[in-house]
């Protein structure tokens, strides 16, 4: 139970009202309202009301008692609205946790911008999440609490050191967040992180809202010491960005922990991994063993014992909202490893069992190895995140009513955004028929109409891996016809293996390094080639073309794309070059706060023919409107690829 008193955050202008005790609020009932526009790197905050709730009731947490096992006292305490990601990063303040290192990724990200607003934790972008974890191993085997943070896709590359970290242990408390994204808003998979903790055989431990999301957080450092593993704390998209009520505590400052010298137990080669799996072995048979009584899995058993629903995370919350607060639910929030008699005791009080749960069933293929018979994936999907909606279609429940719009609404897919520096590039690409292997990044949707220049995107760094592989298979055939593009911090991430590959077995490729000053689409994040910091602080640069010179390609080129003209001819140059080269287009990104806008354009009407021609770079300040092109000026940066275009000179400057 945590001592809570009244504080008061001179970061967000609090304003306090105090409420007598016994009432309510006739208007916001011990509630906050807050209003959040993350808008790339800035965050603003409207606090419209703060209630500082003074009361000597037991008030129960959102998702049932404090800490899934008892009630907190709330004794002039406040609570704020909190993203989960803010309140993982909370939580993982609150721990005493001293580094947190990771990459950006949706849904993750957020967590360690917020952890970086505490002076206590040094917090940092890594180059990639294998490092990022492997950073945190050493500042927990030095004696620190740490974490790492990455989405979903970035544990398959932290696998490597995972796995083994698993039969090491720490020394210090260590968390791993990751955070899932089903329905895959910003992801090209939706893989289920938790076969990563089964497989692994390393705890982790899943929220259903924000307040378990720091209590959670503080909770996994507890069991990362205790039983000397890492700990996953997995999120997933809805949790990560939904809002939900949270009580700040106060932050637990711990002594490290001494280092000591350890060979057996740190350095895994053979003769050490070996004796080492065995204590893995039995460190799961314990932790299996605290599942069937932590507080973190809990019954709650309603009038209505006709169905037991089993579930975790966001399904909690859209199972209590389809069968309401008389159900049956045994909410897990343990969910590696899973335990036996608990669940088999619930099964038994039940007449039948639903097993909840998005993506993949984890859960429910353990319970069938248990015996028991359950509902399952035969009713719900295997594919995309759920909602109280579709919960209530699959299950046979009737839906809440919703409206509908009478007309249809135009679709608005995703574009470049008007100025993007690498429009001018794809159109290039695109008017001379490159065959164009992507990467991950916001240059992807060069793949949509009217661009349709992105031919592949698998994995970070994947398309400079790519090139190498289809210009052997396929040779002269493809050389000089096909590009590889990754942006600077992709290229950073895991592009520099690939070009290694290039230079070392000497395929005739060309790679474009996209070099746009940023980390641009999860919200403008600094690398290792912008000399900034996670703070904004001067940083090591990493000078991109003495690295790739320095890698063994001697031909490297570097062009402004918002001259056509020269990145052209770039272009035509490297593609008929008989060697491995590489082009460098730099331009930063244009919603960077730092980069000075031009006055926009506007289109002279007795000038337009009305050909389309700048409509094939796909800008959405350009639209058509009476048979001619129309700018609008509140969209347009005067970035000139459009003036450029136009052979009757009908863009001028306002």
Not at 238 to 264: C, N, T, W
Not at 460 to 481: D, T
Not at 578 to 593: A, G, H, N, Y
């Amino acid at each position: 139970m945590e001592n809570m008193s009244p504080q008061v955050s001179t970061k967000f202008d609090t304003i306090p009202r105090e409420i007598p005790a016994g009432k309510a609020d006739p208007e916001y009932p011990g509630k906050i309202m807050e209003t959040r526009c993350f808008s790339r790197k800035k965050r603003f905050t409207d606090r419209k009301k703060h209630d500082i709730i003074k009361s000597n009731a037991a008030i129960p947490s959102q998702t049932g008692p404090a800490g899934g096992g008892c009630f907190r006292k709330e004794v002039g305490s406040m609570k704020k609205l909190m993203l989960g990601n803010e309140a993982v990063a909370r939580g993982l303040y609150e721990a005493g946790c001293s580094l947190i290192s990771s990459y950006p990724g949706t849904p993750s990200t957020e967590i360690t911008e917020q952890a970086a607003r505490y002076d206590e934790i040094y917090c940092e972008w890594a180059p990639n999440e294998k490092v990022a974890m492997e950073v945190a191993f050493g500042a927990a085997l030095a004696g620190k609490r740490s974490a790492c943070v990455m989405k979903h896709v970035g544990v398959n590359v932290a696998a490597d050191p995972l796995f083994t970290i698993a039969y090491t242990g720490i020394n210090a408390g260590m968390v791993i967040c990751v955070a899932d994204d089903p329905g895959m808003h910003s992801s090209q998979n939706e893989q289920d992180s938790r076969h990563y903790a089964v497989s692994a055989k390393i705890p982790m431990l899943e929220p259903a809202d924000s307040e378990e999301a720091r209590l959670f957080a503080k909770r996994a450092f507890q069991l990362s010491e205790e039983y000397d593993t890492p700990v996953f704390l997995k999120l997933c998209t809805r949790i990560s960005h939904s809002q939900s009520l949270v009580e700040e505590g106060q932050r637990e400052d711990l002594p490290p922990r001494p280092y000591v010298k350890d060979i057996a137990k740190y350095v895994m080669v053979p003769g050490n991994a070996r004796p080492r799996h065995p204590i893995v072995e039995e460190r799961t048979r314990r932790l299996t063993a605290y599942a069937e009584t932590t507080d973190l899995n809990r019954e709650e058993l309603g009038e209505d014992t006709s169905l037991g629903i089993i579930t975790s995370s966001t399904c909690y919350q859209y199972a209590r909202e389809v069968f309401g607060e008389k159900a049956s639910i045994l909410k897990l929030g343990l969910v590696n490893p899973l335990p036996r008699q608990k669940i088999l005791d619930f099964a038994a009080k039940v007449d039948r069992l639903l097993v909840l749960e998005e993506l993949d069933p984890v859960i429910e293929e353990y319970c069938r190895n248990l015996g028991l018979t359950v509902q399952g994936k035969d009713a719900l999907p295997l594919i995309g995140e759920f909602s109280q909606g579709l919960v209530a279609e699959k299950l046979g429940k009737t839906p809440k009513p919703w409206v509908a719009l009478d007309e249809a609404v135009p679709p608005r897919p995703p574009v470049l955004c008007a100025g993007c520096p690498h429009r001018g590039l794809f159109y290039t690409l695109a008017k001379h028929k490159v065959t164009v292997l992507g990467d991950i990044g916001c240059y992807t949707l060069a793949a949509y109409e009217p661009l349709y220049a992105i031919e592949t995107c698998e994995c970070m760094g994947a398309s400079v891996s790519s090139i190498h592989g289809f210009n052997k298979a396929l040779g002269q055939a493809s050389e000089g016809k096909t590009v590889a593009v990754l942006g600077d911090s992709t290229f950073m991430h895991s592009g520099m293996t690939g070009l290694a590959n290039i230079a070392y077995n000497q395929s005739n490729s060309t790679v474009i390094i996209l070099d746009n000053s940023t980390t641009g689409m999860t919200g403008h994040q600094e690398n290792p080639t912008t000399g900034k910091n996670l703070r904004g602080d001067p940083a090591g640069k990493i000078d991109l073309e003495t690295l790739c010179r320095a890698m063994g390609i001697r031909r490297v080129r570097v062009v402004d794309p918002y001259d056509l003209k020269a990145t052209e001819q770039v272009v035509t140059e490297e593609l008929a070059a008989e060697e491995p080269s590489v082009i460098i287009t730099r331009r930063p990104c244009v919603l960077l706060k730092t980069v000075k806008k031009h006055p926009p354009y506007r289109v002279d009407p007795d000038q337009c023919k009305g050909c389309k021609l700048c409509m094939r770079i796909g800008c959405p300040a350009i639209s058509w409107k009476e048979k001619k092109a129309v700018i609008d000026p509140t969209q347009c940066v005067g970035c000139g690829v459009c003036e450029q275009l136009c052979n009757f000179d009908a863009f001028r400057h306002e």
